[in-house]
């Protein structure tokens, strides 16, 4: 091999790159659904008088069944990642996969706040 090439590093195998993705996302699946309880935990907090009457066993029932639906749309990541782990570009991708989960918490965040305002909200009450 000459000095100036660099060696390409060996394909991995899918459980391997699926094994990879699990130890990055499901420990920043943590903070996502910290921040977005905190989203939710504020709204509540700042306009408590509005909420209190939807404070029953059934909005409990809604608000889990938002949290399970927001934590599945989390796992559209993999999607993403694991192929990228498979392209030429992996070894770059594992280094700015961040990016992907920094956009799509603030794309959760973004839509948590229009959900609350535009469908939770005014009927609230």
Known sequence: MHPTQTQEPPPA?????????????????LLYNLLLGMVVAIWVIATWPHFRPAMRLQSLLLLVI?????????????????PMQQSPFRAGWRGQRWALWLVGTLFAI?????????EIYPFVG
């Open 110 to 118: 973004v839509l948590a706040n229009y959900w609350i305002v535009d």
């Open 66 to 82: 938002l949290a399970l639906i927001a934590n599945l749309c989390y796992c559209a990541a993999y999607l993403v990642d694991v």
């Open 13 to 29: 195998s899918y459980r391997e790159l699926f094994v990879n993705a699990v130890r990055f996302w499901e420990f920043w699946r």
